[in-house]
């Protein structure tokens, strides 16, 4: 398998998350959204981060990767590295308390629609550039 090939495998598995996004949306499953929003970020940027010939780590938030390489990707995703950053940093703080929680937190209690919907808009944004890379 190339890294193309592995890119492109990283894309499908994103956007059948984005699939899943609405399902649990649909559901009420707010922290579950959450969650596998998360998901789908860090496959679409490891594709893009393969794309340009970077293996990227085995940890889940790889935003700091794209800036460091930011002059491998074309002027017009460079200008929004910064972006997928913030979005991919943002979520990763959320991963484990939106699946497990805490004593102190229980997701299902402690997310919501809103919650859910900006995780929906900013994994879609991601997709899209990582898309429009691979």
């Known amino acids: 398998m190339t890294a193309d090939e592995l890119a492109r495998s990283h894309i499908a598995k994103a956007a059948v998350r984005a699939q899943m996004l609405r399902f649990l949306s649909d559901r ?10 998360q998901e789908l970020v860090e496959l679409a940027l ?3 981060l393969r794309h340009v010939g970077i293996d990227p780590p085995k940890w889940h938030d790889v935003g700091p ?6 002059q491998l990707f ?51 944004v991601v997709l899209d550039v990582a898309r429009s890379v691979v």
């Open 28 to 37: 009420s499953a707010w922290s579950d959204v959450v969650r596998v929003a």
């Open 46 to 48: 490891k594709a893009m």
């Open 65 to 70: 990767m794209l800036l460091e390489h930011a």
């Open 74 to 124: 074309p002027d017009g995703v460079r200008a929004q590295l910064p972006e997928l950053a913030r979005i991919s940093k943002r979520l990763r703080k959320e991963r484990e308390l939106a699946f497990c929680g805490g004593l102190d937190f229980v997701p299902t209690r402690e997310y919501g629609p809103e919650d859910a919907r900006i995780a929906i808009e900013e994994a879609q």
